[in-house]
């Protein structure tokens, strides 16, 4: 089962890291939002949905972020310790649920880390705003992320007890 739910887990991951990769490619090179700046996508007003260029040299919501050469490689280093730290979970993953979790998550740690071996910097682009408050710009692989913390969380809250074996003492 463990071997089933490693590879289900790799496999969510390769997919996020395309469709991270893939977008990423199309909004720098399709749409060109780095001169184009800002493109509306849904809604307007006082919600929706913009493309916008942004060049995160920190971690998530820009946090530990610096503009030395080196700053970029260690923050690689870290997230790419990271995921190997999780596939090695994800290879004990006790079922689907987790082994997704982490799948996703790593995938979306290995497109940032391309992204900042690549540029220095990881490629944000999704502007969600509503009612005059505006969500930090993201990508595809920091919502593979987030998704994947929160279903860990829910597995945590919600996780039952291992039954007891039998002729264990209690």
Known sequence: MAALNLRRG???ALLVLVADQLS????LEVVNLPERRNVPLLGGGDFGLDLTMVWNRGVTFGLLSGSQPWH???LAAMAAAIAVFLIRWMAKAENRRTALALGAIVGGAVGNVIDRVRFGAVVDF???YAWGWHWYVFNIAD???????????VEAVTARPAADEPGRAA
């Open 143 to 153: 919502a593979a992320i987030v998704l994947g913390v929160l279903v860990l969380l």
């Open 24 to 27: 990423k490619w199309w909004i």
């Open 126 to 128: 999704v502007d969600a």
């Open 10 to 12: 790799l496999i969510l």
């Open 72 to 74: 970029a490689w260690a």
